[in-house]
């Protein structure tokens, strides 16, 4: 007499429904994984639109972007719209700053083309002088001051302008084109070097 089906492991003919089964719910766990990266990334692009709007209307609303323009307009620079809510204005002749671009409010100054700045080889750069508009946002006109307070510091005590300048090194020093570090002159040195002696000798 012959084995039931039942008994040697289930009917044949019904495995193939089971594997379909498990197939479906490997596409539905995959299509739950893509929507959810998918949504985390649209959230975090949402987001970063805000920031980028909110860069923008700041310094609209502080006067730093307007003087970006007047400035702009003083020497005859060509105003071309950028990435992320910033102006470029390319083609500026004076001789300072020495710097290939510079930054006031939300406009980007270059010596060079628009095009030349918003090259992907340049997307460091970019993004270093679009955190100088972050900056604006925050301080409004106070940033000039502050800017060049810590570029003395930072001048006194290394001979760059950058190194130890707070806000290039928020920038990001190396996409600014700046030696991420560099030794103390000296006399600083000297003064560093007996301020802590003297305190471990105080203990």
Same mark, same amino acid.
């Given at each position: 007499m012959a084995t039931p089906p039942s008994d040697r492991g289930g009917d044949p003919r019904r495995r193939p429904a089971t594997t379909g089964h498990a197939a479906a719910t490997r596409r539905r766990h995959v299509t739950r994984t893509v929507l959810a990266a998918a949504n985390r990334a649209i959230g975090r692009g949402a987001a970063t639109? &805000? &920031?980028?709007?909110?860069?923008?209307?700041?310094? =609209?609303?502080? +006067?730093?972007? +307007?003087? +970006?323009l007047l400035l702009a307009l003083a020497t005859r620079t060509r105003i071309r719209r950028g990435r992320n809510g910033v102006l470029i204005a390319e083609g500026w002749r004076? $001789?300072? $700053?020495?710097?290939?671009?510079?930054?006031? +409010?939300? *406009?980007i100054i270059t010596r060079r083309s628009a095009e030349w700045l918003l090259a992907e080889e340049r997307a460091e750069l970019l993004a270093h002088e679009s955190r100088h508009a972050g900056?604006? =946002?925050?301080?409004? $006109?106070?940033?000039? $001051?502050?800017?060049? *307070?810590?570029?003395g510091w930072s001048y006194l005590a290394t001979g760059s302008y950058g190194v130890h300048n707070y806000f290039e090194r928020r920038a990001g020093l190396k996409a600014g084109g700046y030696p991420e570090e560099l030794p103390l002159r000296p006399w600083l040195r000297r003064i560093w070097s007996g301020g802590r002696t003297h305190s471990t000798s105080g203990t």
């Open positions: 639109r &805000r &920031r980028h709007v909110t860069r923008t209307v700041l310094t =609209a609303a502080n +006067g730093t972007t +307007g003087a +970006g004076l $001789p300072m $700053p020495p710097a290939s671009c510079f930054t006031v +409010g939300s *406009v900056q604006y =946002a925050v301080l409004g $006109p106070l940033f000039w $001051p502050a800017y060049w *307070v810590a570029c």
